[in-house]
């Protein structure tokens, strides 16, 4: 039995057992205090773990869990730069990014790296507002892609509205069609961002977008392979660089985010990494009871791993943050999506849930029927914002209250005579609420989804910084490219074989 499947099934189990029968209509009503005592608030942003299907005891065994896996020494090791990364023998240190909370040397020239890195960036930014640019194209994908694009759509009421910023991801020939289309070259600049250098769909579409600016006057790149972009035709001073400390999915505080800085200024993005700062400052200091991003972690292992919950929705209502359920199933599913040790062990234990979701009140007249009728419980992460950017105040109301009515609905259920209009209830659900949207909130509520999945990896016994998982598809497609052209060459799957005669007797 793993390490994590023994702290497991003696700390948490005999808790699962005893409250299976608890609702939690039952937990919140045993306990008056509860709707405050289980809710804490770090700078502008308030949590509340009510709606969760644990008490005290079983909060004091997760607390339990969180001590025997060491938690606060995992915390201390990922900013002093340890080797968290062992399959690829690095450190994960996007905190450094952010953040200068080690003394160690390691640590500390990351953050001088990172520093250094930014001065060069904010050259870049104002020489482009100096210029008759327009409009930017960001091309990369995964973690090169879902960070800027998530921030510079969330931060838009921060926008300078400078330019315009466009985001060129998918292989797919027709993306890059319709963005191009709607531009002129001569006032467009395009950002490869890439940490490796080496991605398909980010060397096709920058290809493209090479040639259609029709030189590298207006061509940047942010990567960890210099070299690489220097000969893909990007003028060494327009390169920014990564690190192999930095994991893609962790890099939107790095020359990563050049595209945020455009949209938003630099001193929006400087105030979006002392968002992310104060939250580091929080996980590292606040006692494992009072930390927000530790309970939020635990509440995910108390879902997973007592009540056996196979997926997680998280639920924004605000239309600003519709694309943090897509952002965050790569942060979440390719950290966590791992089922053996470091040692190359079984985990032992159930690790991700399938995460999913999408903005309220939409997602309200589609999938909700099936959050409360179905047969899945999926708990949730609802996500509100307490003052809005618009001026819309009945709408806003309107918002909030279908927020608080969900959340409750999900939690309390309804019984009816017709079974067919009952409600179960006894659906968990954690309430994040920003007292608005801006950049320092909202780089604190990333980054305590990153030092969520940090934890939950360590109570898992996982490797959160690693990525395997998506090699082996990577692979295949290079052997099959030269058939899938029309190049006579074996190919021994005899699925694959028979799918490739269809496509080519029917390609035109
Ligand atoms: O294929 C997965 C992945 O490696 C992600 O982890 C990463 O964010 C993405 O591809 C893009 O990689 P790169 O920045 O090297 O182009």
Redesign the pocket.
Known sequence: MSAAAQRFESTLAPHARRLSTRRIADLVAADGARPHGYALRVGGLYASFARQRYDDAARDALLQLARDAQLPQAFRALFDGQTVNTSEQRPALHVALRSALSTAAVARDAHAQALEARTRMAALVAALEASDVTDIVNV?????DLGPRLVVDALKDFGTGRFRVHFLTNVDGSDAQYILKGLDPARTAAIL???????QE?LLNGAIVRDWLGGGERLYAVSANVPRAEAFGVAPGRVLPMWDWV???YSLWSSVGFSIALAIGMDGFEALLAGAADMDAHVLDAPLAANLPVLHALSGVWNRNALGLATHAVLPYDERLALLPAYLQ?LVM?SLGKSVTPEGAPAGVDTVPVLWGGPGTNSQHSFFQALHQGTQTVPADFIGVVTPDNPYAENHAALLSNLLAQTEALANGFSAEDPQKSYPGNRPSTLLLLDRLTPGSFGALVALYEHSVYAQSVLWGINAFD?WG?ELG?RIAGELLPAVRGDDVAVADPVTRALLDEIRARRS
Request: aromatic share 4%; no cysteine.
């Open positions: 990369g994908i995964g973690g090169s961002v890439s940490k490796t250098f080496g991605t980010t994991g893609g999915r790569q390719e990525q998506v990577k």
